[in-house]
């Protein structure tokens, strides 16, 4: 039961770094892998703020404007000098790799002290003391605290991006992605809102890293390895959750729903007996299948059918 | 008005595939005219219309809208002074968005995008009676994505959009040559209404010789890279399908013999 909190909360932070590779993925059709570099940033720089005595909620913020800077950058590489999205992410990513380095100061660092998990921590603790009885088990209500923190985050991170995207602004976004010579035509520089939407996507980013930094206690250098990945198969898994929807709440809903979805289905899988070394490269699998799955089965589909035939 | 002064455009210059697509423009256009341009293909009919949009700088010479020189303006600042409809049905909406949102999109045009709600205040009823205009139910579908319509009926919501803000230019080209004949006619009619009410300074490229004929103030043809010919008031009420078929083949024989002395001059070096 404990394992299932514990689960649940870390899925819900993974729901915050989902909403943001929805944005650069799904809004803007480029699957940004600035994230690896971002997560760990997002980590460093918390940490680094917080053995600086800053309080959490204002390292966990500067944590977020260090993913906004990255995303940026990332942003104005691939419009002002027209160079490939993807290879935009992937020098970003690297360059961040020895940002985080120095952020940290050493390959990782410890926390000490309070997180922004302190006060509903506490709350939960003055609330029920120390532990609480669910369903026949102990659970630890500093852990219950930690799970209401997250999905407080996870949902004001949801909401606030669905009330984003219904915006003039969000809007435009939403269009830049779809047909950028059309917003163009329109009076709106899609430059300028590719910039802003990959900004926007890596501060949620480093805001779900700066989060797990401050769950486990530690941020290292190596934390952002396979977190684009992880991100994707959120997103995907909640594509598939929500079918295809109109509704833009529904989709960012679905993002969520898939994070957590994908944390439990893991954690299932290493209880099952996964080697936790593997997940990687089983997430990169299903991550595949996920994508190709689909119009491979229509395929057949359409192949047995005879005639009919599938949608491209 | 719209007024070009020595435009010019070569693409690839110092290249294998260096085309001058503008060979020295001048045009002036009275504001609120319509103007039917034709050509040949690759004569610099969609060129001509980039260098008023902004798609690219221009080599030489100046695109003035009402006096102010433009030039300079990327396209994205163009945009409050000029609407457009590509050849494309699917290219001026997107189609992920609603057909209300793409209009409110559209009636924002030029301005910056804020963090106000899209939709709120928008003028729903005045957009449902556009739309009834089209003629083809489509003022029960705002809230559709507009991905759902058909291409003819996108490209007549392109047209509104176009017209959405009664932009001082209006260009059009060839935004009916990808449409089947029915949606074509429906297209055109929608122009003709449109243009008509607005006061858009409005340039239409087109292929089809009984648009050229028909519709419009003033008719011009492309060639080359430069203004061929030039018809405007009576001379061009006067001008039939024939004569503009006539014009064509015209222009065609001289593409083809300038095309055979090239070859002849080239293989005199060779
Ligand atoms: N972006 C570009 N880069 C290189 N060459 C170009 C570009 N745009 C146009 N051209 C060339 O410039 C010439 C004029 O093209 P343009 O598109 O203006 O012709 P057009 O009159 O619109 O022809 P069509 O009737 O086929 O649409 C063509 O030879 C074309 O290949
Ligand atoms: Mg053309």
Known sequence: MSLLVATLAIGLIFAVLAVGIFLSFRVYQIPDITADGSFPLGAAIAARCLKEGWDPASATAAGMAGGAIAGSITGLVHVRFKVNALLSGILMMTALYSVNLRVLGSSNLQIAGSTVFTPLDAFAQRAFGPSVRIAGYDVPSADLGTLLTCAIVAAAVGIALTLFLRTELGAAMRATGENARMLRALGTSTDRMTVLGLAMSNALVALSGALFAQMQAFADAQMGIGVIVLGLASVILGQTLVGPVRSIGLAVTGAIMGAVLFRLLVALAIRAGLDANDLKLVTAVVVLAAIVGPGWLAGLRARRGGGSRAPA | ?270
Not at chain 2, 31 to 56: E, P
Not at chain 2, 87 to 95: K, M, S, V, W, Y
């Open chain 2, 1 to 270: 008005m719209l007024r070009l002064d020595g435009v010019r455009k070569t693409f690839n210059p110092g290249t294998a595939n260096e085309v001058r697509a503008l060979a020295g423009v001048d045009l002036e256009l009275e504001a609120g005219s319509f103007t039917v341009v034709i050509g040949t293909n690759g004569s610099g009919k969609s060129t001509l219309q980039g260098a008023v949009s902004g798609a690219f700088e221009l080599d030489a010479g100046r695109v003035l809208v009402d006096g102010t020189d433009i030039s300079g303006w990327p396209e994205h600042r163009r945009a409050h002074l000029v609407g457009r409809v590509f050849q494309d049905p699917f290219a001026g909406t997107a189609p992920g968005l609603t057909v209300a949102e793409n209009l409110a999109l559209a009636s924002k045009r030029g301005k910056w995008r804020t963090l106000a709600p899209l939709l709120r205040g928008a003028k729903r009823g005045e957009w449902r009676d556009l739309l009834a205009q089209i003629g083809l139910g489509l003022e029960h579908r705002l809230d559709d994505p507009i991905g759902l319509l058909s291409g003819g009926q996108r490209q007549s919501i392109t047209l509104l959009m176009a017209t959405l803000t009664n932009p001082r230019v209006l260009l059009l080209d060839e935004h009916t040559a990808a449409l089947d004949p029915r949606s074509a006619e429906l297209v055109i009619d929608l122009t003709v209404r449109l243009v008509a009410r607005s006061s858009s300074t409005t340039l239409m490229v087109t292929h089809s010789m009984q648009q050229a004929a028909t519709l419009g103030d003033r008719l011009i043809a492309m060639h080359r890279g430069r203004v061929y010919l030039d018809v405007r008031g009576a001379e061009k009420r006067r001008l039939g399908e024939a004569d503009l078929l006539g014009l064509f083949t015209q222009m065609r024989r001289d593409d083809r013999f300038d095309a055979a002395a090239c070859e002849l001059v080239r293989g005199q070096y060779r």
